[in-house]
């Protein structure tokens, strides 16, 4: 089928070292031939395959000296012939390459329209590309393995797996329907439920890492709470190592909500310190109130903060309030007395940074969890997850019919649950589900 050539700017459109202009379709090599100039006796109709060539690149008006290399389909990111030019990463210098594209008759490339052709060319999967923009998009650690563990096809090899054994107990199903005198309905029906009692089985393995993978790929919003003046602030500036947060002695100074993020293990929490909870008269104090009860609602974890040198029944009406949330109960200013309380989880102090890595360690293991693997199985896509719990419902209603009616009627909820995982690679995902993906892209990729 025939390909238009498409061009952009790969590394966006910022002042850089270095920018890439990448064309992808039938004929790129055609436009470079007329647009590059190499300095060496190689023409560009004779470049090999993956190899970069120096020389003059035409930017419209002017030249620059860069790079230039050929990619031969099938053999690409896109499944088709590729060439991309590497210009010195001038805005200017990246826009004149990319004009001169389109004046050779490349047009613009939309949003993930590159990843779009590689998924139409069976290069990878949707949930590849999925991992893709997630690496892209990533700024942690955890994110970036969640992305990799998406592109490197690891969920579609186990969800094909499964849709294997659901195709195996079809084919059963047939067999049977074919051949109804040899009797195998019994056999059949035993052995149809034992593969789906085990797809059942790691579908809903895989359901339960969704939290943490979710956790990996997205981060861990902490909340800060606690009555003023028990060193929130503080404790937040020492988590962060910096002084973010306003640090008062007058009750109620943090009316704004402070965000400061820190990497714990590779995985990114978002820490906000709120206005302390209490009845306020003042209105613009209420406000940040106000704001707090929103965070403490959409925080995964909440710091609740007690002064260990004040500590009353204001501390025990928050502390009903947060306590069935997940909650870690830190003991501050533990430097100034010794008095202890039963609710609390870590003892710090805020002001000589006692204690604040095992703090850390402590809000790690109340998000992600104690001891896990992080090179383990993660669903962390919603999309996916969806689609998982649609098929273990088919696959429920499929085990549960099996004894009570013919096989036959069974492989109807056999194969919706087949079609369902098929999602997530994008064999069998609708056109809207496969255009909402790739708009996520930026152009170029
Ligand atoms: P917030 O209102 O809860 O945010 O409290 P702040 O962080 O503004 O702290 C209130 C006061 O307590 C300030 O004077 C801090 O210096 C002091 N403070 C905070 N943490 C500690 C600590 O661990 N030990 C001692 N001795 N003072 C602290």
Redesign the pocket.
């Known amino acids: 089928m025939a390909s238009e050539n498409i061009a952009a700017i790969s590394t966006g459109l910022v002042a850089s070292g270095v920018a890439v202009i990448r064309i992808s379709g039938d004929s790129p090599q055609k436009i470079a031939e007329k647009m590059f100039r190499p300095s060496g006796h190689t023409a560009v109709k004779d470049f090999e395959p993956n190899k970069m060539y120096v020389g003059e690149i035409e930017c419209g008006g002017f030249t620059d000296t860069g790079m230039c290399v050929y990619f031969k389909g099938p053999k690409s990111f896109t499944g088709e012939d590729t060439v991309e030019f590497h210009c010195h990463g001038g805005t200017a210098i990246a826009k004149g390459v990319l004009k001169r594209t389109f004046e050779l008759g490349a047009r613009p490339a939309v949003n993930g329209e590159f990843t779009r052709r590689a998924f139409m060319n069976g290069k990878l999967s949707l949930s590849s590309a999925e991992g893709l923009i997630d690496i892209i998009n990533s700024e942690s650690e955890s994110g970036v393995r969640a992305g990799y563990y998406l592109y490197r096809e690891k969920l579609t090899v186990k969800i094909s797996a499964v849709q294997d054994k659901l195709l195996d107990v079809l084919s059963e199903i047939d067999a049977d329907m074919d051949f109804p005198e040899e009797d195998l309905t019994v056999s059949s029906t035993e052995t149809a439920k034992t593969i789906l009692g085990d797809c059942e089985r790691e579908i809903s393995d895989l359901l339960k890492t969704f939290r943490t993978g979710r956790v990996l790929k997205n981060g861990v919003k902490v909340g800060?709470a606690?009555?003023?003046?028990?060193?929130?602030?503080?404790?937040?500036?020492?988590l962060l190592n910096y002084d973010k947060?306003?640090?008062?002695?007058i009750?109620?100074?943090?009316r704004d909500v402070v965000e400061g993020v820190i990497d714990i293990s590779g995985v990114r929490f978002y820490f906000s310190?709120t206005a302390?909870i209490r009845d306020s008269e003042d209105v613009i104090e209420r406000i940040g109130v106000g704001i707090s009860e929103k965070i403490l609602n959409e925080s995964d974890l909440v710091l609740l903060?007690l002064?260990a040198?004040d500590i009353d029944g204001e501390d025990e009406k928050i502390y009903s309030r947060v306590k069935d949330k997940n909650c870690l109960v830190v003991l501050?200013?533990?430097?100034?007395t010794s008095v202890k309380d039963g609710r609390a989880d870590i003892e710090?102090?805020?002001?000589?940074k006692?204690n604040i890595e095992q703090l850390k360690q402590a809000i790690y293991n109340k998000t992600v969890g104690a001891g896990i693997d992080l090179n383990g199985d993660f669903l962390c896509e919603e999309r996916h997850y969806d689609a998982l719990i649609r098929a273990l419902e088919k696959i429920r209603n499929a085990l549960s019919a099996a004894d009570k009616v013919s096989l036959d009627l069974i492989a109807i909820d056999i194969k919706g649950a087949w079609d369902a995982l098929g999602e997530i690679s994008g064999k069998t995902a609708s056109e809207e589900i496969i255009n909402n993906i790739f708009a996520k892209f930026c152009v170029g990729k």
């Not at 710090?348 to 000589?352: D, M, T, Y």
């Open positions: 800060i606690g009555k003023p003046n028990t060193g929130k602030s503080s404790l937040l500036n020492a947060a306003i640090v008062s002695d009750a109620g100074t943090t310190d302390g903060v002064d040198s501050n200013k533990t430097d100034k710090v102090s805020a002001l000589n006692t």
